[in-house]
């Protein structure tokens, strides 16, 4: 009988041991592949994107401040030998202006104005002097709007000056009239004494030549002003400029239409 009860015992224990060496053994797999520690802390956040700014919905309108710069290329060369109020005067965009990241005006758009005075110099004083207005920008996708600018500052390759209401003045040439006058008088001078021989007619020979030289001076006219074709200038909105946003391409920059042939003075004889 008692060996009946111990091997029962023994049986029993055998068996508990089995299954408890199961438990033990699938706890274990269970936790590799936990992380070790408590778990009780929440992840750590993830920073999120910045959020990149979207360009104006449909219908809404863009405004351009008054003061703003815009670099453009004269197209059409302009003087005052021929000029005169009213003629048209044709630029293009040089860089794009940009709001916020986004074009708003690119590259190779077009600006349209006119000339509101021309003035010829005089044979005796004064300058050749144009003043001209800009009153419509075209985009290159053909959006037209009006404006109002002006240049500020010009690079012609010249003596031209230019203020702060769009005037463009010609340099002075008093130093070259004073040197006509003196290499006639000189000129002069010179065949009267190599005529007579004497001092008297060096005199008379120099009177003669001032006298020359005066009248060339009085029956020629001053510089004209000039700004050839590809004159690069600075024109500044004098108004704020309002534009549909449905019209704007905000990724396109533009292309640049080149001019044919870069400004050169041509010096004419001054009638």
Known sequence: MREKLLRGFRQNLCRNLCLLASMLAMGASSGAQQPDGPQS????????????????????KIIVPSGTRVGVVLQNGISTRSAKAGDSVYLQTSFPITQNNHIVIPVGSYLRGELLEAKRPG??????????????????????????????????????????????TGGGN?????????????????????????????????????????????????PDAELPRGSTMDVVLEHELSLDSSQIQFNNLGQFQPVNQYPVRQQRPEP
């Open 174 to 222: 008093k130093g070259k009239k004073v040197g006509t006058v003196v290499e006639t008088t000189t000129a002069g001078a010179g065949i009267g004494a190599i005529a007579t021989r004497t001092p008297k007619g060096a005199g008379i020979g120099a009177g003669i030549g001032a006298a020359a030289g005066l009248a060339a001076v009085l029956l020629t006219r001053g």
């Open 41 to 60: 802390d929440a992840p750590p956040p993830v920073a999120p994107k910045p959020a990149q700014e979207q360009p104006p919905g449909s219908g809404e």
């Open 123 to 168: 044979r005796i004083k004064g300058r050749g002097e144009f003043r001209m207005r800009l009153d419509t920008l075209i985009l290159p996708n053909g959006y037209t709007v009006d404006l109002r600018a002006a240049p500020r500052s010009a690079d012609s390759g010249g003596n031209e000056t230019m203020d702060s209401e769009g005037k463009v």
